[in-house]
């Protein structure tokens, strides 16, 4: 049915325990000439079939799709994205007249690696981060509507920024189906504006819901910074949780315009909030020991392995300042979302920045992604949020 590729003696033992991968490596022949995208049959040395899935150029040469012999066709991206929906509902996290903000899909956990599919009110944003998916996104996002409408009626499409570079392709982001200018949608009662057309990722830090929540349990009567703000999620959250101030900081000034959106469509005319477009270091270093609480969710600090050893310079250049700088007693929210840093790796910069600082810090929390950003216990590249929650006296 599909090309086949067969691999080098001993080389299926990872996809027997169920990883999605096949690396080039693993690879000693194709029946035929494979095209990037195509889908193709695995086999062992002995020619036994072992799973299915996207071909691609470069060190991750398969995406598994299926461990099973199955048609790649409509019925199997229904399937696959009702399991997922279904996942959703049970987790609490789907729609409801308080709650509109879920991630659908989340890649090698909802077992569509490459894909990521996130919901906004009547908008699903969907990425694909293989050829593979981009081929198949008119079937995906029919598939989309087919299991979620009437709540979803549109599917956005923007992977013009996640697409592997080494693919020859000129990739448009816009709406695959319907269209939809509705810029709000709500998280656990709370309302934000989405921007998809020019937001970062497909528009919100999903992600963060959980510990955006944790926060607001701690914000009664407490001044907060809330560092890299972005669109300004904890300081909302911190300031319906009762904070007495709430400070937002980002590079960014489309940022902080979006941060004051938020606070002022949820709180407006709401005095205890202030936002500042500015480095974040520059901030850190000259602000007084004001705040009960600092969150410190920065970018990426290290998207390549190569960038592994600055990146823990970083982070433990941050935190040391944010511990030097907290009131006694006071709260550190702080965060590394980048895939190659392992948890041990970012403990270790955090408790190298306490060290710097000489002051007594306790770990109260430590956080991760939340569930519907599933992580298959196959493949534990899927974790990459990382967190702790530390008092300092």
């Known amino acids: 049915m599909y090309k086949q590729i067969f691999l080098k003696p001993k080389k299926e033992e990872s996809l027997k325990r169920f990883h999605p991968w096949v690396f080039s490596g693993a690879i000693s022949h194709t029946d035929n000439p494979v095209e990037e995208g195509e889908i193709v049959e695995i086999y062992d040395s002995a020619k036994n079939f072992i799973a299915l899935g996207h071909s ?11 461990f099973e012999k199955e048609e790649i066709n409509e019925i199997f991206w229904v399937k696959r994205i009702r399991e997922s929906a279904s996942a959703r509902t049970s987790l609490g996290v789907s729609h409801s007249t308080t709650h509109s903000i879920y991630r659908l899909v ?35 996002a029919d598939a989309i509507i087919h299991v979620l409408s009437p709540n979803v009626s549109a599917v956005y499409y923007k992977s013009s920024g996640t697409l592997p570079y080494k693919a020859d392709i000129d990739v448009e982001d816009g709406f695959l189906v319907g269209n939809s200018t509705e810029g709000t949608a709500l998280e656990n009662g709370l309302a934000f504006y989405i921007d998809w057309l020019k937001g970062q990722k497909t528009g919100f830090f ?22 890299f703000c972005y669109t300004g999620g904890f300081s909302v959250y911190a300031l319906r949780g009762g904070a007495s101030m709430v400070h937002s900081v980002d590079s960014s000034a489309k940022a902080i315009d979006l941060t004051n959106k938020n606070v002022t469509l949820n709180f407006p005319n709401d005095t205890r909030h202030t936002a500042f477009a500015t480095d974040a270091f520059k901030f850190l270093a000259e602000m007084d020991n004001a705040y009960d609480i600092i969150v410190l969710d920065p970018p990426a600090f ?6 592994l050893k ?22 550190l929210f702080t965060f590394s979302c980048s895939q190659i840093v392992s948890k041990e790796q970012f403990r270790l910069a955090v408790f190298s920045a306490a060290a710097i600082t000489g002051r007594h810090v306790r770990i109260l929390h430590q956080l991760t992604q939340p569930a519907d950003h599933p ?7 899927g974790e990459y949020l990382k967190g702790l929650v530390m008092m300092v006296e």
Request: a positive charge; aromatic letters at 4%; glycine letters at 10%.
């Open 56 to 66: 691609q150029i470069g060190s991750i040469a398969v995406r598994v799709l299926s």
């Open 106 to 140: 989340h890649g090698e956990g909802d077992l569509l690696p490459g894909l990521i599919v996130d919901v906004y009110g009547k908008t699903a944003v969907m990425q694909a981060h293989s050829i593979g998916m981009h081929v198949h996104r008119h079937a995906i």
């Open 206 to 227: 999903i992600d963060q819901r959980d510990n955006r929540s944790l926060l607001e349990k701690y914000a009664n009567g407490k001044s907060i910074l809330n560092m």
């Open 302 to 307: 290290a998207k390549h392995r190569d960038a």
């Open 310 to 331: 600055n990146a823990l310079q970083g982070y433990k250049r941050l935190n040391a300042k944010a511990i030097e700088k907290i009131k006694p007693g006071g709260i």
């Open 375 to 381: 992580i298959s216990i196959y493949h534990p590249e």
